[in-house]
């Protein structure tokens, strides 16, 4: 058995893996485009017998986190042919890929799991959820006048873009896009059908991606930057009334469609989704936003973290006024001079806490951090609150 890297060479087996693991068959032209953006990506395997046994790619993407763009490394195309099954060779590609990213300053990874206990054992925890919404016409919301305009058809990319940011922004764990991710991924998954709404002094303020087939309306991606907005896309929608028998969607899972309509009993599903993992504790520390303080703030944090040992062991935070953050790890002798004034948690539950799917409180409740009282408070008073969303999939 060997792990290295894949290069351009392993293309062809590559892809017979993937078709096979996943059960899909791709097109010539479809095999064409991926061999392209398999150039791009940073692909790892385990080579034995002469062949690929198994691989995983690293997709080089940034993050909207507390309002900053963040280097993210998602994981992607996890696969192992039948016969070389548990024998640990998934858990070998992941301490590579870690190691590669934290090379790369790719300071947390995203992935979107199989299963969710399998990935956590490596140092990946949920961080993001949504609501899935199923509407009968009857059931959707009133129809309002507003004072901006709808206008459908096939709007510039910079004009989407504008409303994305913007939105994406305000949430963390959201995908920044750039030109080929919505060539490559949004036009192609979320819908043929556009339409933006505009207000009255002709900004953009919403857009959705949408298909009408065989009386389903299918809203591929719903983005409003405003009340007003809102109710302009969803009375759109509503125009649709006479075609169609139900609307589907997905949105934030803070969403309050359910509470704003006359008849709040409509199908809705919370789906846990995907889940992140901080790569490098020094580095995905040492750029994030930390609330302003009254006073300077030192917390101590002790990290668990079995397959990054870089993580391990005992970190020194201290945030400014500010909110800027500097972090160091403290010697080995230092590290039990105040044991009793240090937070203890896995890489798994500080994850979960700076993406703001968690808050410290709630997670020494239920034990997954430990600590002195103050220590805890000041964690919570340290980190913003901010939704996570991803409107993505990769």
């Known amino acids: 058995m060997e792990l290295r890297k894949l290069t351009a060479d392993d293309y062809e087996a590559c892809m017979a893996l993937s078709e096979y693991a996943f059960q899909f068959t791709l097109s010539e032209e479809q095999l064409e485009k991926r061999r392209q953006e398999f150039a791009k990506h940073n692909v790892l395997g385990v080579y034995a017998d002469g062949q690929v046994g198994a ?15 963040f280097e993210m490394g998602g994981i992607a195309g996890v696969a192992t042919w039948p016969e070389y099954r548990r024998k640990g060779w998934v858990a070998g590609l992941l301490r590579y890929a870690l190691e590669e990213m934290n090379r790369n300053k790719q300071s947390v990874s995203f ?24 509407l009968t016409t009857s059931m959707l919301p009133t129809k309002k006048q507003t004072p901006g305009t709808i206008k459908r058809g ?49 900004i953009p303020q919403g857009y959705i991606f949408y298909e009408v087939k065989e009386g389903k309306f299918t809203i591929g991606e719903m983005v ?17 009334d006479s075609m169609i028998d ?5 949105a934030p899972a803070s969403d309050l469609l359910a509470f704003q309509l006359d008849n709040p009993r409509i ?48 970190w020194e935070l201290n945030v400014a006024l500010n909110g800027t953050a500097s972090i160091w790890k403290k ?20 994850t979960a806490i700076l993406m703001g799917y968690r808050r410290p ?25 901010r939704e996570t969303y991803l409107l993505d999939f990769f």
């Open 55 to 69: 691989k995983l790619q690293i997709i080089p993407f940034q993050t909207y986190i507390q309002g900053r763009s």
């Open 111 to 134: 992935l979107h799991p199989f299963s969710f206990g399998f990935y956590r054992k490596y140092g990946w925890e949920t961080y993001v959820e949504f609501k899935k919404y199923k």
């Open 154 to 202: 096939n709007p510039e990319l910079p004009v989407l873009k504008q409303i994305y940011d913007e939105y994406a922004a305000r949430y963390n764990g959201t995908l920044n896009r750039d030109d080929a991710w919505w060539s490559n991924s949004v036009y192609v998954k979320k819908g043929s059908q556009r339409a933006i709404y505009y207000n009255e002094t002709g």
């Open 224 to 240: 409003h930057l405003n009340e007003e907005a809102r109710q302009g896309l969803w009375t759109f929608i509503a125009n649709h």
């Open 246 to 250: 139900e609307v589907t969607l997905q």
């Open 267 to 314: 199908q809705q599903e919370v789906v846990p989704y995907f889940m992140a993992r901080i790569v490098s504790v020094e580095q995905f520390i040492s750029q994030y936003p930390f609330a302003s303080q009254d006073s300077p703030v030192q917390i101590l944090l002790e990290v668990e973290d079995a397959y990054a040992p870089w993580n391990e062991g005992v």
């Open 331 to 350: 010697a080995e002798t230092e590290r039990h001079a105040q044991n009793d004034q240090q937070i203890r948690l896995t890489i798994q539950t500080l």
């Open 361 to 385: 409180v709630e997670m020494a409740r239920i034990g997954r951090l430990e600590g002195p009282a103050n220590a805890i408070e000041a964690l919570e008073k340290a980190v913003p609150k």
